[in-house]
């Protein structure tokens, strides 16, 4: 027997938590004026400490791999936040947070940071709403103030902003694509922006992080845009160093493109597909014709399948030129990022030209029925106008409604519940555009992109219209 | 003759202006959103311009040694500001402005600053004291807003912040000693913070610069408080790179009072001894007792007298009690700061015991009566309560009030019509308090710190208390 | 047919080169004055070019995973450097030089850096070896002035500098160990210092670069000290962000000890345990009986056995004293990490103690055995003296001088060459420790560390002594 | 009788000392290697000593206004230092020093650097004038390197370095202007290099610092370049915060020279103009026909008698071409600014064309002559070669040697024993050149620039050649 062999055993904990924590904010608020704490603590009293309580939670979820939000939120089941005044300022206390999100008892410096940004949006936003807010501004006004607030503007790199799109759960050989794509763009010095998650949203954002630093570029950006519905889904991956919480998935979908320089789309099922025509809706619209934001699409040889299928979909409903608005570039990581640079010129330009901002695109119009929320009923369903007897735009625009529709029958449980109760949504219109859409639904099924295991139900039923 | 000689000669710019500037802000306000500028615009539209060209155009007067306001005013009569709105902000045009603000064509880099500052701090102030503001704040919440709003929080060094108090037209002997005594407290890498003039509000500033450059102490603050009313005659000298405009005059003084971590006190006329006695109010005060803030009251020999004369009319008025609240420190300016410093442990263990900020002394008790304004009509004056029959504290708030009136007999215009028109002030009191005043008053007048040049008719008539 | 489908492939750059790209120094080299330009071209004649060039082809192949030389180096055969001088300074010129290290025809900041290290190194170190040169300085000496003319002094964080050791081949649950060990040290803001290349000397500089970003720590080092002969088979690895060549191995493994705080050994081969002979030998020599570095020797639960028979052969050879030097860890890469932090605290207190360097660990004792070469002849090999009548340290340095011949024979050509003329080393000792040999050789050759792929055919051949 | 009346009185600290303060490196001195540190102690012992003690007592007496450096000699003469190994490096024991060179028993920080600089200096010029030094270099390339060596470069702003020469005594007119023409240039973010002193050598350094500041300026550099044989007389001005000790008066004239990209020239005795006539002794010269360096002679009205006699001389002497060379500028501090402004375009296009460094100005031809000092025998001084028939540049650095032993004759004492001794100079030349010369002089003796109290005896006798 060797008495040299060592005994000690990697102590897992897993389900640990930290009894207790006090934190303070480093960033604005810890300047809160006596007032204004108190104002806070008011609030969270008033029905804002669920939503804060569900969003902290899920950042000290940072950098865990898990798409089961409703797992986490039992495992940590005892998880609560206490707020405390003091002249100093404003203190957290934490009761039983997870112990990953801290080392030798102290938070990482990213999940603090992100935890004050819970606080510092969720309340912000309570403030600009509030009856009394000084003037009912436009949404695209209160998603400026919004990022503005969160600093996004400070901290930006010049026209450098990427914005990235895909699944969050995605194939391994996409997944290392997107680090691939993220490698070359951060060669390049861009800064990579996603919806916080795993997957798509995360490749890029290594790749990145990894190639700015063989580089020498030190102040990187990893912004992520989530909101309080998808946040506990889809905790921030451990690459982002800022995080904004938009009051809704609109505001959330319209920050991205007012704040992009370039947009990479990466393959996904229903939900990306809804983000492309929610792109094509606004660069449809005859005011945007001349918008010089670039948008890629792209994946690996493996994906290259589903790329064509979206793109036979789009020229068979809203033509060609539609198509033509796209850049679409298969296993090529590096021609992607020479796409994004190439374009950053014409973006430069334009934004001078326009006078427009560098940091916030104020000039794209994004039609107002894109900033409204569509309500997935049968009948609004039923409803949709999918004849090619309207402007292309506005059949974007209705397209674009229908995959929100489904993937809200595939997901939500209050929609599920309609569908089990009056069948599957009805959907009709022009032949073209029902045989083209039978073709794309079949073969995101066949590809398990509308669910990841088991058969797929659909929650739809494509007629012709008389 | 001789060819060689040169003909140039220094082209005078006195009255010089440059006709028209654009110039766009680097401060918060270079990211307002469009509903925000549209707003602006209008208020300067409501009644905010006169006050904000007043201000910029003195700060455009920054450095420039002038105590005479109203020459200045007639000098640049044309000089006007337009605002406009852009996609990327705001721009302001300035016209006729004076062309010393500029170096080759653009302004100077902290002139700049300050020409933002007093659109931020009056905007600001206009917002917090609109009907719509969300509460009635306290003054002294209003005041820590304005100082976060102005990131003075920010850009702050730990307790480092020395309050100079003292003449803007002094003798050189005492303008060189707070240069002195700037010198000692650059050395030790305290910041200075002055009422934003020349004279003993500019030597310490001077003397701390040039000695925090031989510290390898880069990033030195020099605040600058002021406000509209003074601003004109007082323009930020040419080291002052914070300002901060507050609304009234009762709060500049108190934001003093919260942001100092020691409070220097250099010899000057009646509006100097007011400060001191507004000082002297609240360290009376009983919840005031333990407070650990430092306060020195210091001059070169040649203003041994006036020092003098300070504590003997304290002694004998308010009693040796008020008298040791001071430390009277004479012609010896490496002590000033050697007390400044061992000040500095005793701030420091006090705010951590107290839980208060380092940046804000949230702690220290203001009476109420100093937080509103005296209003020295002469039924006022008659009114104050000048006897020994009351606690000491209220004694001081009632001196303090009297030298206030005396300020404004003095110098301010609708004050002294008043008195053109009804005599001199009536000053009612108990003899002791009475001679000490006399004998104090005889003094100032004798060393014209009453008036600086021709013969001063005093606006006060003292009389003894039957 | 879809002619909105892409036709754009993915250009394999495998192979490609830039057929000319000039460069221009950024460090020290930028700053030659004309004499020196002269010298340095001079030398580049002299002989020292071919080493320049291997060198410098290693570190355009940075972040490039090949151990194969040979095979890079044959697949640039026509690689060249130009040196030119101008008035400016130093320019080269590379000519096809490989494209991976270019992103749109401009070198890589990291790589240029690389690039100009190469350079730095080999001339310092050939000027300070020369004939003129002021003093034959110690070894310690030379490396000391190697490691300041890199500049590792100026940028290295303190106290924060853990040395790796292991493998460049090794099994994937190892690699992902070193990164989780690397990821554990990140969070706890240390730095890491490898030999360059890859396997576990990238895993732990991986996982504590990620782990620098979530703590906000943007200054971490990753440092490789590789030499001249080692260098083309082991190009720095993509995180490598200061890399210094070493004149020859000994050198080369007292500068890891030197500047390292603590050093972590993952299991490896024959390498390996030379190098952990290579230390126990320093640790056994009464000297450094006191010595505070902390030696962690850990891997994964997979890696367990072959950790056991290591400390099993030390035991039966040099005793549970011996033993007691090591921290033995499995699976448990947050413990190692607690261990690095707990032993920072006394290496600090020792430094302290004895007035040493925070930065280089001039008390240690190194005897001169060590920083001589061993020479593994025939008869060197049969000389050793394995017996256990000698002090533990001198039975030490023999077992290290044992496993650096072995290491020789299984990959030097000219050994391999002896070998294969005179037949096998013979091994000639006590009977316990050739029997422990015996077991441990067994163990390696049976894990495949001895041989990736293949048979392994020994080069030696055990004896026990008469 | 007022208790309250301070009884604090101002310690002088005149001549006061401290005992013993230890003081440690923080430049590369920090991190010398054991035998360096051997090596240093061991220099120190030999003969260097002395040297070193002198000039580091002259920047303990950094800011202190002197020009009697026997005086402050006799005053600190008990003022030693003492050199200790340690295995962190090297520490320093300092005596006796002046007590005006700490705060609070910490020495102020720029002089702390001081002190280093000096070591520094004269440790590595001794180092590359040592008979083992690999090759003779050139004093170009000497200069260089001790530049180099001092971090000159490493520091520099862009082509911002204006020199200014002048008197270290001058008239506060002459002071008061030349700190307004650093006013000017540091408003447009030039630095300034000088003699290190008092007088033109300070007024410019603390305009511009205080210039900078106001334009966010916060890297300026104020280098003094000296050498051991002025620095007693002139130590450092309180504004310096880098300092040279050139080994020689014609390595520290060249220095700045190479160094320069403007050069201010301001008003003074015999020894300024000397320093012109050196400069237009290399302006001269044919292979720098097209320098584009900018020289500039410039002074308040006052002043304009003493520059319109220099230039009536130099047109008498040299002609009008050599005027040409100086463009002249009378109390206009914001032209001279501006005329600097200019020329920095023209400096970068011909650096850029000539492939010339911006650092140092390698292209620019010095005559042999001037690289070597010239020795003011009477012999020497009478073989003057006054005539016109010799090109314009020959009898510019004849009249240069001229002046030089004129400056040696005024104040070295050796030169004044020899004048006492054989008599005055005896000077010979063309009836037009001793004509003039005879017209400046007067001028310089009338205006007291040759000797600033007491009569002046002449050193020199003029005779017209025959």
Redesign the interface.
Known sequence: M?????T????SIAGDTIARAAIYPRNHLA?L???EVN?LIDQTDQGLYPLIRKCVLAVLNS?VNSDDGAAMFARFAQFSIEFER????LKLILNHAPAHAF??GTL????HDHVFAVLRDLVYVR?LQ?P?A??A??PT?LI??IL?HAQV?DRSNELSCVVCWGGHAVPKEEYDYSQAVGRELG??RFDICTGCGPGAMKGPM?GA??AH????H??GRFLGITEPGIIAAEPPN??V?DIVIMPDIEKRLEAFVRVAHAIVIFPGGAGTFEELLYLLSIRLHPKNATSALPVILTGPTSAAPV??AY??F??QTLG?EA??MLS??????S?VA?AV?AGQGRVRAQRIE????Y?FN??LHIPAELQTPFDPTHANMAGLNLSKDQPIGALAIQLRCLFSGIVAGNVKPAIQAAIHAEGPFSITGDPTIISALDRLLNQLVAEQRMKIQGDYEPCYRLTLAS
């Open positions: 060797n008495d040299c062999f060592p000690d055993t990697h102590a300047k004026s006596q007032s104002t950098g003091d002249p100093r300022g080392v030798d990482i410096e990213t999940i403030r509030s009394q000084p003037n501004d436009s006004d400026f103030q503005r503007f060669l390049r290594r992080l990894l630093r063989r580089q020498h030190n102040h451990g690459v160093n790329i064509e793109l036979q789009i020229e060609p198509c033509d679409v570039i298969v296993d090529a990581p021609d020479s640079q326009q006078h427009d901002a940091d104020w000039t």
